[in-house]
T-cell receptor, first 112, second 116 residues
Framework: GAGVSQTPSNKVTEKGKYVELRCDPISGHTALYWYRQSLGQGPEFLIYFQGTGAADDSGLPNDRFFAVRPEGSVSTLKIQRTERGDSAVYLC??????????FGQGTRLTVV | AQSVAQPEDQVNVAEGNPLTVKCTYSVSGNPYLFWYVQYPNRGLQFLLKYITGDNLVKGSYGFEAEFNKSQTSFHLKKPSALVSDSALYFCAVRDGITSGTYKYIFGTGTRLKVLA
């Protein structure tokens, strides 16, 4: 399809492990966003890419979180030394210009 | 800093009645405003946006929203609610003109329940 694709859809990991979450944006969209959503809450901003560079990473909670977008398309969100508090749905979105962002289905991360 | 407030955690309305889901915002420049809907275990779906122009904007599934600059509001409305409209609704604001960042800030969400 032509939408934003996120893999995996579900990820269960043990506390302390490293995880990578992948986002494949809509083709041609220059802006890419990562959000985190806890149950019953609104999406919380993590990081925003314009092209290959992180234009705003002010939402990353600490240095265990890192994201890359090396070729200006696919992005990977990386979480080191996972903690139970990292459990949430991680949403990726992409947009073109000043308009709306289109969201993927999310990756549900569970840290046990 | 930009922010969005959705004062109601839940809104209940009878099927066939008009519905309103409230949203107020705060930005330093001109606001770009959006409404999204989220069904259980799904991502966010775009409903409508206000960038510029007419204060009343129309979107998907019969929804509309009215931009009110003096009240800094962007309430979501629908003339006749359907049971299938029951979902979680999020208002979002974006201000890239003065802040230099184009991130979207979301409200806490309002759960709409349409009763048959």
């Amino acid at each position: 399809g032509a939408g934003v694709s996120q893999t995996p859809s579900n990820k269960v990991t043990e506390k302390g492990k490293y995880v990578e979450l992948r986002c494949d944006p809509i083709s041609g969209h220059t802006a890419l966003y990562w959000y985190r959503q806890s149950l019953g809450q609104g999406p919380e901003f993590l990081i925003y890419f314009q092209g290959t560079g992180a234009a705003d990473d002010s939402g990353l909670p600490n240095d265990r979180f890192f994201a890359v977008r090396p070729e200006g398309s696919v992005s990977t969100l990386k979480i080191q030394r996972t903690e139970r508090g990292d459990s949430a749905v991680y949403l990726c979105a992409s947009s073109l210009g000043q308009g709306e962002a289109f969201f993927g289905q999310g990756t549900r991360l569970t840290v046990v | 800093a930009q922010s969005v407030a959705q004062p109601e955690d839940q809104v209940n309305v009878a099927e066939g009645n008009p519905l309103t889901v409230k949203c107020t915002y705060s930005v330093s420049g001109n606001p770009y405003l959006f409404w999204y809907v989220q069904y259980p275990n799904r991502g966010l779906q775009f409903l409508l946006k206000y960038i510029t122009g007419d204060n009343l904007v129309k979107g998907s599934y019969g929804f509309e929203a009215e931009f009110n600059k003096s009240q800094t509001s962007f309430h979501l409305k629908k003339p006749s609610a359907l049971v299938s409209d029951s979902a979680l609704y999020f208002c979002a604001v974006r201000d890239g003109i003065t802040s230099g960042t184009y991130k979207y800030i979301f409200g806490t969400g309002t759960r709409l329940k349409v009763l048959a």
